[in-house]
């Protein structure tokens, strides 16, 4: 009798056992299925044979800006670039490809930097977007570093399940962060955007990224904000404009209307310096000469001739 019911029991643990692991095995499944759900991602816009011709003939398009930039509550002179070049970004590692592969995703890249004093000392801010050619989807990166004499900061946004953001900085409330956000509209990709497909600008009341260099510089957290977003069209240029109420800030991008669509000036107006009586000033950039070169392999001094083109020579 007791064998009998010893077994019994045995049994029962054994069955109790089997359905525990058929369950996990049900949930592991249902945990991988999940996992390989990709982000339906819209259809590739078709590229024209003015945008091959253009933009993979091996070369990047340089332009170069007198700069007018606020910061605490006066007007710096300076000097702006904007660098764009097509190359092949990996999509797992989101860096640039080393070599051709069917799954690197082709992307138009922009590197835009500042250049300014304030009194004494200078500031240098850079902003890297990397925005895929086929204008299905949100940059892929963006990054944004700024150096002064007080110390450097830099922030990276990395575009995966959600958009996952690293933040380093040298100020007490921002210092190391790492955070998630879901995706949203990036104020930094709208700038290659209008370079690839222009007629497609979002427009209306909407939710925006602000760029970074507007973040870090204003110490504002990084996050969408409403934003109403709007296009006013010309005979030879249009302007696409951002306002931020909430910010108090707006930017207004003036491009040519025909292909490739250059940007020749941009203005930016928000309350600079901190405080009650800080003020709001614009900065502007505007256009100085644009050129195209395979920069990366004019690095002699003889090469330093393409400065003095670009009107870059006395660059402070």
Not at 188 to 205: H, M, S, V, Y
Not at 221 to 242: C, L, M, R
Request: glycine residues 4%; charged residues 25%.
């Amino acid at each position: 009798m007791k064998k009998s019911i010893l077994l019994f029991v045995l049994l029962g643990v054994l069955v109790f056992i089997a359905c525990s692991n058929i369950k996990a095995d049900e949930a592991n499944k249902a945990s991988t299925t999940k996992e390989v759900i990709k982000e339906k991602i819209p259809p590739a816009k078709t590229l024209s044979e003015d945008f091959k011709k253009y933009w993979y003939a091996g070369e990047a398009e340089i332009s170069s800006y007198q700069l007018e930039q606020a910061r605490y509550g006066e007007i710096r002179k300076g000097t702006a670039v904007l660098i764009y070049v097509t190359e092949d970004f990996l999509p797992k590692k989101q860096v640039k490809a080393d070599r051709q592969n069917t799954s690197n995703i082709p992307v138009l890249k922009l590197n835009a930097t500042k250049k300014f004093n304030t009194g004494i000392y200078p500031y240098s801010v850079m902003q890297s977007i990397f925005y895929p050619v086929a204008d299905n989807r949100h940059a892929i990166k963006v990054s944004n570093s700024m150096q002064e004499w007080c110390g450097h900061v830099y922030a990276q946004l990395n575009n995966r399940k959600q958009f996952e953001i690293t933040s380093h900085s040298y100020f007490e409330n921002e210092a190391d962060q790492d955070f998630k956000l879901d995706k949203a509209i990036l104020e930094n990709e709208l700038w290659t955007k209008i370079r690839i497909n222009p007629d497609a600008l979002p427009q209306g009341d909407l939710q925006i990224i602000p760029s970074f260099e507007y973040s870090r510089l204003r110490h504002k957290e990084i996050k969408a904000y409403s934003a109403k977003a709007s296009i006013q069209k010309g005979t030879t240029t249009n302007t696409y404009t951002v306002e931020y109420p909430e910010l108090d800030r707006s930017i207004s991008i003036t491009f040519n209307a025909s292909f490739p669509y250059e940007i020749e000036h941009w203005t930016e107006t928000y309350k600079s310096g901190f405080g009650p009586n800080a003020k709001k000033l614009t900065t502007k950039a505007t256009k100085i000469k644009s050129i195209k070169s395979a920069y990366w392999g004019k690095n002699s001094n003889k090469d330093e001739v393409l400065r003095e083109e670009l009107g870059l020579v006395n660059q402070k």
